[in-house]
């Protein structure tokens, strides 16, 4: 089992940069791929950002690359995405979630992860 919480979103301006963490409980979270997901008001929660449980390899949504990086740091059980150039329409609540052990890369499908957070809000004022 992993239990996930998120933290950093806020209130910022368009063109600041943000970033946002996940930390994860359980012994396992070196072996979890990871990834960020958001959802605006009104949409379907969609996919961000994800990484490999060893961290050597990433994937982007179109809109999210070049000016999200999403890392991990297995020693504090914390995976990250730091946004820039942020944006009115990046206002959502970003989600971080896990895949189930044994499931090592990362993947853009939403179905495909288990563990989810609560959740974070990150609001960009125009």
């Known amino acids: 089992q992993v239990q996930l919480v998120e933290s950093g979103g806020g209130l910022v301006q368009t063109g600041d940069s943000l970033r946002i963490s996940c930390a994860a409980s359980g012994r396992t979270f070196s072996s979890n791929a990871m990834g960020w997901f958001r959802q605006a008001p009104g949409k379907e929660r969609a996919f961000v950002a994800a990484i490999r449980y060893s961290g050597d390899s990433t994937t982007y949504a179109d809109f999210a690359e070049g000016r999200f990086t999403i890392s991990r740091d297995n020693a504090k059980n914390t995976v990250y995405l730091q946004m820039n150039s942020l944006k009115p329409e990046d206002t959502a609540i970003y989600y971080c979630?896990?895949?189930?052990?044994?499931?090592?890369?990362?993947?853009?499908?939403?179905?495909?992860?288990?563990?989810w957070g609560q959740g974070t809000q990150v609001t960009v004022s125009s």
């Open positions: 979630a896990a895949r189930r052990l044994g499931y090592y890369s990362a993947s853009p499908w939403i179905y495909d992860y288990d563990y």
